[in-house]
């Protein structure tokens, strides 16, 4: 069976080198490159928002022959999952995440009925929407302003990029300086600093897909939102759902270990 992994930003597909070994003893991984981002190269048109890169996706597993494939992702790799999920229901068997803004929608459970666990991630997901990071709302605004910079600066792209992940990494940052390289190398290196951010304006805020395949969710204790499992239940079908004692936002490049484990549990109960 395959799998295939979505990056975010400001991470890449160098997030998964650590997991590829691992979960290639269960799987065929498929690790592509959203477009924009590195090796799928610049993007120079518009409307590469989340629903045209799931599309995209869909059109790959079909050309490269699989049947029935499961799907993983953290930050916008989240966002493409579960669009994936949804455009590709017939082969996407199911869909584990690392990440779920999961914000009050119309019929969720009243506030009035979560634990004071829950209560707890609904605040904190509150001021993260009401204090969101400078480079989010330039992505979301203006992303091409900076563009300019980043693309002529091999110093100001690790700045912009570095910065956000030490903002949603764990506080100790357990990312090892070679892999903030490697990763700033590859924005460098195919021109895609100042295309990446796209994505962000392009799709705006993404909508909370209601996946039908079963869902399985690794929650990071030090992650910038951490979904409330009430909430969560109302949109997709949770077969597996698994607190973690330790990691920030980039799952696969804090803790490999526990992310690589938990994907193939979860699969396998599949």
């Known amino acids: ?3 295939v992994l979505t990056h975010g930003w400001p991470g890449s597909i160098v997030e998964f080198l650590e997991v590829i ?5 269960d799987f065929h991984v ?8 590195g090796f799928s190269g610049p993007t120079h048109e518009r409307g590469w928002d989340v629903d045209r890169v799931a599309r995209a996706w869909a059109e790959l597993m079909r050309r490269l022959g699989y049947q029935r494939y499961g799907a993983h992702g953290g930050d916008w790799g989240s966002s493409v999952s579960r669009a994936l999920s949804e455009h590709d229901v017939e082969h996407v068997i199911g869909v584990h995440l690392n990440y779920l803004p999961t914000p009050p929608m119309p019929g969720d459970p009243d506030r009035t009925d979560l634990t004071p666990g829950d209560q707890e991630r609904y605040d904190q997901t509150a001021a993260y929407l009401r204090n969101q990071p400078g480079v989010r709302t330039i992505n979301g605004t203006r992303p091409q302003t900076p563009a300019y910079g980043i693309t002529d600066s091999p110093v100001g792209l690790l700045a912009w990029l570095l910065d956000p992940m030490t903002m949603w990494a764990a506080q100790d940052f357990p990312i090892s300086a070679d892999r903030v390289l490697t990763n700033v190398t590859l924005f460098w290196l195919t ?3 100042g295309t990446a951010p796209r994505l962000h304006r392009e799709t705006g805020r993404p909508p909370a897909w209601r996946t039908v395949q079963p869902v399985g969710i690794l929650v990071l204790p030090e992650d910038i939102n ?4 009430p909430y969560a239940e109302q949109r997709m079908s949770i077969a597996r759902w698994t607190e973690a004692d330790r990691g920030g936002h980039f799952a696969a490049l804090e803790v490999p270990d526990l992310l690589a484990e938990d994907i193939q549990a979860f699969f396998r109960s599949l």
Request: hydrophobic share 45%.
């Open 191 to 193: 021109g895609t600093g």
């Open 1 to 3: 069976m395959a799998l």
């Open 30 to 37: 498929v690790v592509p490159s959203i477009p924009g981002w």
């Open 226 to 229: 951490r979904p409330i499992r």
């Open 21 to 25: 070994g691992p979960l290639s003893a």
